[in-house]
């Protein structure tokens, strides 16, 4: 059995002591024998694995965040776990993705580091430089992790391809071709009139083979099904049939132990097999250590990729497994209790703990790299994907009127940094075609660490409009630089931005527009913010990686109590 | 031999719905308690397949009054009972099978087939009637109108419903009702004397012992224990299921499920509130399909426990006697045991669990999942045995019967 044990092999230095970690190197180690007083902990680390090097956004961020803390937890034994697909069970890592999962939390800013040692090629900006270093050294780590995680990502792409309706395939499909192969005015008439054939053909093409797919797929499932009902029913009616033994592990799954934790922080609808986890932790007396992040799918069932029931499922299960949830605010938390846990009379141990500020945590290791094309721009951000929940088309009624009243110059640019998600069609229209808006407005994907501290430090004020969030760590992570941020009213971004900033309902046109400009035009009210803003104290660093340590040791505690 | 005619507004040959299956038990009632019986059902020929027709069933064919009956569903039988009345051919054969079969009573199942029995009456005869109500038809109506089903000629429909019902209880020589609690509102508004007639179940003499064991079978083989329901597509029944579990099916465990048998699983199974919970109600469910008589017994009675989500609509409750006649713990809404009054009576907390809200509800289905909960008493199945109706039945009939010939005397 091959898997990674950090806590005997780390050398964390401030884990503990509220800063961020410091570098750690690593070696694989022998199977987990937990010290005296501690126990053997499971990190699934499928999501960090498959997001790779690249900057972490959301939950991956968070993940790698309580990975990289828990490590350093002597009274536990941290190891790490892949979710295999192929056998619809967790399993141990191997050589190359232990050295993979090590770059990722351990080495990530190493480059950066090395980078900051070197001279500035723009003295006058402080901690920044233009090289990305960053980026380089992602590129490195990327060639040489290539191989099979990739096709394991077509095969999990495949997968949930089949699973989805031809609608919401139709969906997906048509905005992808029209994000690949968008029709502009400038272009020619030809090739309007080509790209448009093109993206038909292509169209009718995917849904054909998305046809077949989900048939082959569904004919797979009755096939297996028949099967197993053809098995049971033809066994003697008169003889009860011996009762089934719990299913045989399948080869190459992880043997967990009689009460070994497993922490499961990543997004596991989209994989996880709940029959075996419900098996884990019911057959195998795992403890089940979970996180919620929010359950916006069931307040708002309009605003997710996938059906709502995908998510609900997850939480379900969770409230029926879970020893401990870990939520990432009270609000998170009571929504929980709202939409899961009263309608189906869960009640798991719950607590909830904020999120740390990420970047400004570790600012000095991770430097600033300028936006070149911002550079002396005023400007305000938005950081978040682009996706109908976080109501980006309010932002570009309301750039759009501010640039019918205000002069060009005064006028900042808004920012729109993230990538491109679901249900956007009217941010696209609004975004593409709005020429007279193209001066003042930037949509920015792929931005490192580095260059978002950039923009946080030198935004005129951000703004966070979204019509529902689980935290809204962008509004905080903007208020730790000393930046202030309009916040839509739901309560997680009161609860974020420690009720500090202005807020607004996020269909209140009106009255952003009147704070807009107000923040805009008038020097004195963002000074004036700023100084609030200044008010701000943020969550200590390992507030949420200690409150997931904390429900370790608890159940710990409790199990040694029930022994 | 005493002779009696059975009229019903369906064919009787393979029960399939509640109305069926009381009428079928009222006709093996009698037959136990040594009459002669002669089933005549009297209905429209698109409502039910031909090979369920039987010898002596006079059946109507009209396509334009198909369209009416399916325009308004509400009133279907209304609209077929008036059709047939008017229908001399109909008329005048019901009259010559009375003639033929010379029967000493005339048993009809529903006020519906009143109006064409009232046309083909003799002027003077000394056949006794007996009205077996299975509903107040008229006031069951209304709540199926906030399903959609009203249409402008609703009120009056319904108005010409209650006064046929009235007028048949006041007329029949002896009235039967299904409920006990129908029976006295029938009592109040003819001012006459009612008799109460449970609904029973041919299950109440089954033993588990004789049942085939494939249900347990298959939950063992699924490593889950089952809730059993059986029902059919009636849109009461689809509508009992998501009022009493809207939020879907996660108060369950992974290894918890609900069984669904008859028409019902599909119609829940389809409905857009099944599928809002998709993941988690596919997890908790077996959609079981058709359940073979001979099964019957054998899925309800190897279920942790039978529920009942009924909260509307009307029908003869047959589900609920054979949840009561499988000796499982019963888990049934207020309006599922409504008219089962001196039978659940003594049996409610011991066998018989009635919850009228979602929480409540699942709280009952859970604790006999994970806890147990006592089932059934064989006194509380006796009572909706079949026997126990011929009894009943034998009692009052023959009672008619004498009184008959000491008015003849």
């Known amino acids: 059995m091959t898997f990674i ?127 990305d270093a960053e980026k380089l050294r992602i590129v490195e780590v990327r060639a040489a992790a290539r191989g099979k995680p990739a096709r394991r990502n077509i095969f999990l792409k495949l997968l949930t391809t089949a699973r989805i309706t031809r609608e919401v395939f139709a969906a997906v499909l048509s905005e992808r071709l029209t994000r690949l192969l968008p029709v502009r005015q400038e272009h020619s008439l030809m090739r309007r009139v080509a790209t448009r054939i093109l993206r038909r053909s292509l169209f009718a093409t995917g849904r054909g083979g998305h046809f077949i797919l989900s048939r082959l797929a569904s004919s797979t499932r009755t096939l297996f099904n028949l099967a197993r009902v053809d098995a049971a029913t033809h066994a003697p009616r008169t003889v009860l049939p011996r009762p089934t033994r719990p299913e045989a592990k399948p080869i190459g799954a992880f043997p967990f132990a009689q009460g070994d934790v497993l922490i499961t922080m990543a997004n596991t609808w989209d994989y996880m097999d709940y029959g075996y986890l419900t098996r884990i932790v019911r057959r195998d007396g795992v403890r089940l250590i979970s ?62 703990s904020y999120l740390p500020n990420f970047l400004y945590e570790r600012r000095h290791e991770i430097g600033e790299t300028i936006v070149p094309s911002l550079l002396d721009r005023r400007f305000v951000v938005f950081c978040s994907t682009i996706e109908a929940r976080k109501n980006h088309q309010l932002l570009l009624h309301l750039w759009e009127r501010l640039r019918q009243e205000i002069d060009s110059a005064t006028l900042p640019i808004l920012v729109l940094v993230g990538s491109w998600g679901w249900g956007v069609e009217n941010v696209r229209l609004l975004s593409d075609r709005n020429w007279r808006l193209r001066d003042h407005l930037r949509i920015l994907d792929g931005l490192s660490d580095a260059q978002l501290i950039w923009l946080y430090r030198n935004a005129c004020f951000t703004v966070f409009p979204s019509h529902s969030e689980g935290f809204g760590l962008a509004a905080a992570e903007s208020l730790s630089f000393g930046t202030p941020v309009v916040v839509a009213n739901c309560p997680a971004l009161i609860e974020a931005t420690e009720g500090l900033m202005p807020a607004y309902d996020p269909l209140d046109l009106p009255n952003w527009l009147a704070e807009m400009r107000r923040l805009i035009v008038d020097s004195s009210s963002l000074t004036s913010l700023r100084r609030k803003a200044a008010q701000y104290k943020g969550a200590h660093y390992t507030d949420f990686a200690y409150a997931v340590r904390d429900a370790i040791l608890a159940s710990n505690q409790h199990r040694k109590a029930s022994a | 031999m005493p002779n009696c005619l059975l009229l019903t507004p369906f064919p009787l040959a393979k029960p399939k719905h509640g109305g069926q299956v009381r009428a079928a038990s009222m006709m093996a009632a009698m037959r136990m308690a040594g009459w002669h019986v002669d089933g005549v059902g009297l209905f429209l020929s698109t409502f039910y397949p031909p090979e369920e027709w039987g010898p002596l069933d006079i059946v109507l064919e009209s396509p334009e009054l198909h369209a009416k009956a399916l325009a308004d569903a509400a009133f279907a039988d209304v609209h077929v009972a008036r059709a047939a009345a008017r229908d001399t051919a109909v008329v005048d054969t019901l009259r010559s099978l009375i003639c033929r079969l010379a029967p000493d009573v005339i048993h009809v199942e529903h006020p519906w087939p009143w109006l064409p029995l009232r046309e083909a009456l ?142 019902l699983g599909a119609a829940v199974r389809d409905d857009p509130r099944f599928q809002t919970f998709l993941g988690i109600n596919k997890s908790r469910t077996r959609i079981v399909g058709f359940v073979e008589d001979g099964e019957k017994f054998d899925f309800l009675s190897s279920a942790e426990c039978v529920i009942v989500p009924v909260t509307f609509g009307a029908g003869a409750k047959m589900k609920t006697a054979d949840a009561i006649a499988s000796g499982r713990p019963v888990i049934a809404t207020e309006h599922a045991v409504e008219g089962y009054g001196p039978i659940v009576q003594g049996a409610l907390g011991k066998g018989v669990y009635v919850a009228d809200t979602p929480r409540a509800f699942r709280r009952l289905v859970r604790q006999a999942l994970r806890d147990g909960l006592p089932g059934c008493a064989p006194e509380v199945r006796a009572q909706v045995s079949l026997e126990t109706l011929s009894k009943n039945w034998a009692h009052h009939a023959n009672h008619l019967l004498d009184r008959t010939q000491s008015t003849a005397h």
């Open chain 1, 5 to 131: 044990s950090y806590a005997q092999n780390l050398e964390l230095a401030s884990a503990r002591t509220g800063g961020a970690p410091a570098i750690a190197t690593l070696a694989p180690t022998a199977p987990c024998v937990p010290p005296p007083d501690s126990c053997c902990v499971y990190f699934d680390a499928s999501l960090i694995l498959h997001f790779g090097c690249n900057p972490p956004t959301g939950i991956v961020r968070v993940e790698q965040y309580v990975a990289q803390i828990l490590a350093g937890v002597a009274s536990i034994s941290l190891s790490f776990l892949l979710f295999d697909q192929s056998i619809k069970a967790y399993r141990a890592l191997r050589p190359d993705e232990r050295a993979r999962l090590n770059d990722i939390l351990f080495h990530r800013y190493e480059a950066r580091k090395a980078a900051k040692n070197s001279p500035s090629e723009h003295p006058h900006i402080i901690k920044a430089s233009p090289v």
């Open chain 1, 291 to 352: 996180v919620i992040y929010d359950v916006i799918a069931m307040e708002m069932p309009f605003t997710t990729p996938v059906p709502v029931h995908v998510y609900h499922r997850h939480w379900v299960e969770l409230g029926h497994l879970a020893t401990h949830l870990v939520a990432i605010s009270r609000h998170s938390l009571q929504s929980y209790q709202h939409f899961i846990g009263e309608p189906n009379d869960l009640a798991p141990s719950m607590s909830y």
């Open chain 2, 122 to 263: 003799p002027s003077s005869h000394k056949i006794r009637l007996v009205y077996s109500s299975q509903n107040i038809e008229w006031s069951a109506r209304r709540p199926l109108f906030r399903l959609g089903m009203k249409t402008a000629t609703s009120e009056e429909m319904l108005a010409a419903t209650r006064l046929l019902e009235e007028e048949f209880a006041r007329t029949a020589d002896l009235v039967l009702s299904i409920s006990d609690i129908e029976a006295a509102e029938i009592e109040r508004t003819t001012e006459r004397s009612v008799v109460y007639l449970a609904p029973v179940s041919d299950l109440a003499s089954r033993d588990r012992q004789d049942s085939p064991l494939r249900f347990i079978g298959d939950a063992r083989t699924a490593a889950c224990r089952y809730v059993a329901l059986m029902a059919s597509d009636w849109l009461p029944n689809v509508e009992g299921f998501f009022s009493t579990f809207p939020d879907g099916l996660g108060f369950l465990a992974q290894d918890e499920q609900i069984w669904l048998a008859g028409t």
